[in-house]
Structure formats: structure tokens, C-alpha cells
């Protein structure tokens, strides 16, 4: 999911980051992509219906929470995707702060949503939770322990 537009250095760095991680992930054989690989406008389709139909469409949904990053949207983007999916996806959902950041929402993820969430401190360890994360999902689609196609 997101980020959505660059505006600056910071956000060209956050880019790269997750542009890494997705290039990572996909070295692995998944196919990874973020919100923005699409190329749909926000004028075509809002920043939220963008990310509800994203996640609906998903196996697997990360969020990833840097400390430099711009945490306020992903907070309602987190919230919205939970409350969409909270009956027929928890498990598909992957919530990733960087380790020692806290905040009410983080902890109402798991607690409310009863999503997974997990911490990093590189993008080493990122990329290796959302790998194991996502193969842990696969084996349960090919036991039956969760659906596929998601939707299903």
C-alpha cells in the first residue's frame, strides 16, 4: 500500500525504501507491488477506495511504518483496510512499525483487528518478516486454513 505522491527528499528516500523492499520480495518469486505501481491517478480514484480495493484483491496486505515517515494517513489507511476485511482477512494483513515506535493505533491492530504485527529495525529484517509472512499465508490457502482466491 501507499505512499500514494513523492513531495521531497524524504519522501524520494521512502520511495527507494519500499522500492527496495518490494524488489526484494519479488527476487523471491511473489509478486509484490506497491499501491502506486499501479499508476492510478487520485483524480481517477481516491487515495482510500484505492487501498480497499488493493486489499481486497491481495493475498497478502503490509504496512509498513518508518520513523521518518508521515504516520497520520497510514493510521486511517490501516484502520479502513481492518474494518473492510476484519470478518475474512486478518491473517492476509501484516502491520510493520519500525521497531521502538508506538502509538495507540499500533497497538489497537492487533488488539482490536487481531492482525499480525511485527517489527524491524533494516531492510533486511523487513524483507525477510514480509517473505515468511507471505509463504505462511500461501500454505494456509493450499491447506484450506484460509481461502483462494481471497475474495472467495
Known amino acids: 500500500m501507499g505512499p500514494y505522491k513523492g513531495h521531497g527528499v ?3 528516500e521512502m520511495f527507494a525504501f519500499l522500492d527496495d523492499v518490494r524488489d526484494r520480495i519479488r527476487a523471491e518469486g511473489f509478486n509484490a507491488f506497491l499501491a502506486t505501481d499501479a499508476g492510478i491517478s487520485l483524480d481517477v480514484m481516491d487515495a482510500g477506495t ?6 481486497r484483491a491481495s493475498n497478502v496486505v503490509v504496512f509498513v511504518v518508518r520513523r521518518d515517515g508521515k504516520n497520520l494517513g497510514v493510521g486511517i489507511e490501516v484502520g479502513a483496510v481492518l474494518e473492510e476485511t476484519e470478518e475474512r482477512a486478518p491473517d492476509r494483513v501484516l502491520f510493520v512499525p519500525a521497531k521502538g515506535l508506538r502509538s495507540s493505533m499500533i497497538a489497537s491492530v492487533a488488539d482490536r483487528w ?3 504485527v511485527r517489527t524491524f529495525e533494516d531492510v533486511d529484517e523487513l524483507s ?7 509463504r505462511d499465508v500461501m500454505r494456509k490457502e493450499m491447506v484450506g486454513e ?7
Do not use: H
Not at 484505492?50 to 486489499?55: K, T
Not at 525477510?128 to 507471505?134: M, P, T, Y
Open 10 to 12: 524524504a519522501d524520494d
Open 50 to 55: 484505492q487501498s480497499l480495493e488493493f486489499a
Open 114 to 116: 487481531d492482525a499480525t
Open 128 to 134: 525477510d518478516g514480509v517473505r515468511l509472512f507471505a
Open 146 to 152: 484460509l481461502p483462494f482466491p481471497p475474495e472467495s
